[in-house]
């Protein structure tokens, strides 16, 4: 029993925020030590060097200390951040000691404090750097801009751990101090602990059944059921009941309790049954409680937390009662989804603070387009559902996508610059396009897609056309299973030099070797790729298969080029030319060999991120080309 008040104890004891402040110094301590490890070379002086190792270091001590005394002197802030600034400049190279160190420090003191830390580290930070020229100013910049949401976040994240430590210590009072008894007895039924609340519900003191039989508790006519469960408990260990039993009081009567035991023997903190005692008064209060609480998480439940809009569960329970009501009423019921366009780009090139902060305006802007009945929603990711009132129909649809587009198309204004938004919309009514909830919001999304593929911002569902988008949504939920296993296949198309008529090189056409369709050529499913976010590993995939083939060339004495495709999504990712050079180097193949080709309407999508990728990807010794110059109308300054 010993071990499992020391359990408790410890348990409570050891608080969140000392928890998150120990796992914050373990990442800034060894940042530190790493900082230092990497100024033991380099090309800089012994005396930066040295100054790079000891000041990291100092650092480390010194939160170590502050760490274990529970707080840092005001006084040492100027002092650590000339250590900082020190250790910056002597480093080589951008170390995180900034980051990390900043989240552990943020953890004591108020948000005044906080950011007050933020802003002489932010100076010491951009003052180390500053003569290194401009492209790690702007790089320090971004870093000082990125870290202004640590004074801003970890106070707030200490309130919050504060808060748990109050919850926990709430809950070590209840253990103690509430009208249920909590009691661990042994095989014999002998009561080894129990909490103080034994005095205030059944009017004995604790300490004085220590050791003492609970069945002497216990009236005769329960005791064989007591009895009973430890027989049971016995043969299936681990088991837990609940048994209504009549317990005398200290002063003599017997009162009502409902007893869950739990055989706890296993445990070596608790070695015996946990008995959880309660009278039936207090049981129903509790289970009011309990009721209040289910029905609070339930509205919580109904609502997104990003948006503060009905969520997919409120938009399919109100769905559902639309359609009751328009099969009753003879009318019908329309449902919308809209989607917004190019939000993944917004996303991977703004960031995600951005791509939320578009969501939150979304809902508003919703909502100012529709009628006081209608309910919009969010689903999920970038998509949103409206729900029309009852007795509208598709006239009325295509009127309030229409007010939904303006709403949406309004200018959105992000850290200074106005971006232009645009959504596709599909509509679905009943019962003309579905008899169920389900089926009517497939049909919404095949039209969504639709609107989306077609570029005419909504488009009502047609039976006419679904047979292409199911097959269209199917090959989606199967291009990922494709491009892992074997059903993507490379050929290769010849190039002739016409001056000499030699075959010079090759490019590599992908295809789908799909089990029921055949071999589907690249319409069929590059768009699909893109629109899933699989473009990446599609042109991985060829890019390996094609290189693999040009080294068989090789091997076989043939020099042959291989020319390979990129999309948008791939000269928008800073990661394509690492990759490209890790495949260069597996197969053994001449950079010079390889010719990636890409078209003028990729250039223009975002000339200057393209252009770094681009870059990177020349350096490698690779080819690049612009194939199919001029459908897409752009001028030569492109090229």
């Known amino acids: ?348 090139t703004l960031g995600h603070q951005a791509g939320d902060d578009l969501l939150r305006e979304m809902g508003p802007r919703l909502t100012s387009a529709l009628g006081p009945e209608d309910l919009v929603a969010r689903l999920g990711g970038d998509e949103f559902a409206v729900l029309l009132a009852p007795g509208a129909g598709t006239i009325e649809a295509e009127q309030v996508a229409a007010r939904l587009q303006t709403a949406i198309q309004e200018p959105f204004v992000y850290q200074g610059m106005s971006l232009l938004v645009r959504a596709s919309i599909g509509i679905a009514v009943y019962p003309e396009h579905a008899p169920d909830v389900e089926t009517l919001m497939q049909r919404a999304d095949v039209a969504m897609y639709l609107a989306k593929s077609h570029g005419v911002g909504h488009e009502v569902y047609a039976t006419a056309r679904d047979g292409h988008s199911k097959e269209r949504l199917s090959l989606i939920g199967e291009l990922p299973a494709a491009i892992a296993g074997d059903a993507i296949v490379v050929y290769y198309q010849p190039q002739l030099d016409l001056a000499t008529a030699q075959i010079t090189g090759a490019e590599a056409l992908v295809r789908w070797e799909h089990p029921e369709h055949g071999l589907l050529p690249p319409a069929s499913f590059l768009a699909l790729a893109e629109h899933a976010g699989l473009m990446r590993a599609l042109t991985l995939r060829v890019l390996d298969q094609a290189l693999e083939q040009c080294a068989r060339w090789y091997a076989d004495g043939l020099r042959l080029d291989v020319a390979v495709n990129l999309s948008a999504p791939d000269l928008m990712d800073r990661a394509l030319p690492a990759e490209v050079g890790e495949r260069l180097a597996r197969w053994g193949v001449d950079p010079a060999c390889l010719r990636l080709e890409i078209t003028e309407t990729i250039i223009s999508a975002d000339p200057d991120r393209v252009i770094e990728v681009m870059a990177a990807l020349r350096a490698l010794g690779v080819t690049l080309s612009l194939d199919d110059f001029g459908t897409g109308s752009s001028s030569l300054a492109y090229l």
């Open 1 to 348: 029993m010993r071990s499992l008040s020391r359990s408790i104890r410890g348990w409570i004891t050891d608080a969140p925020l000392a928890r998150v402040r120990l796992f914050f110094l373990v990442f800034a301590v060894a940042d530190a030590v790493m900082t230092a490890a990497d100024n033991l070379g380099g090309d800089r002086s012994a005396p930066l060097r040295l100054l790079g190792i000891v000041l990291p270091l100092a650092l480390a001590a010194h939160w170590i200390v502050g760490h274990r005394r529970g707080g840092f002197p005001l006084a040492g802030e100027p002092l650590e951040a000339l250590a900082l600034f020190a250790t910056v400049y002597a480093t080589d190279g951008s170390p995180f000691l900034p980051l990390f160190g900043l989240v552990f420090r943020s953890l004591y003191g108020g948000a005044a404090l906080a950011f007050a830390r933020y802003a002489l580290w932010s100076v010491a930070l951009l003052a180390a750097h500053a003569g290194r020229g401009s492209d790690d100013v702007a790089d320090d910049v971004s870093r000082v801009v990125g870290l202004a949401i640590i004074p801003a976040l970890m106070p707030a994240l200490r309130s919050a751990l504060d808060g748990v430590a109050a919850g926990e210590r709430r809950l070590r009072s209840l253990v103690h101090n509430s009208t249920d008894i909590i009691m661990v007895v042994d095989e014999q039924l002998l009561i080894g602990w129990q909490s103080d609340a034994m005095r205030a519900v059944l009017g004995h003191e604790p300490a004085e059944l220590l050791g003492t039989p609970l069945l002497d508790l216990v009236d005769t006519d329960d005791r064989p059921a007591l009895a009973g469960y430890v027989r049971r408990a016995r043969i299936r260990p681990g088991t837990t009941e609940t048994l209504r039993l009549r317990v005398r009081h200290g002063d003599g009567a017997l009162r009502d309790v409902e007893a869950v035991l739990a055989d706890h023997r296993d445990d070596p903190s608790v070695g015996g049954f946990v008995l959880n005692l309660r009278d039936d008064t207090e049981r129903r209060r509790l289970e009011g409680e309990l009721r209040e609480l289910a029905a609070r998480l339930e509205r919580e439940a109904l609502y997104d937390s990003l948006t503060g809009l009905p969520n997919r569960r409120m938009l399919f329970a109100h769905l559902a009662g639309g359609i009751a009501e328009a099969s009753n009423a003879g009318t019908e019921a329309v449902v919308m989804l809209i989607d917004l366009d190019q939000f993944k780009e917004l996303n991977d």
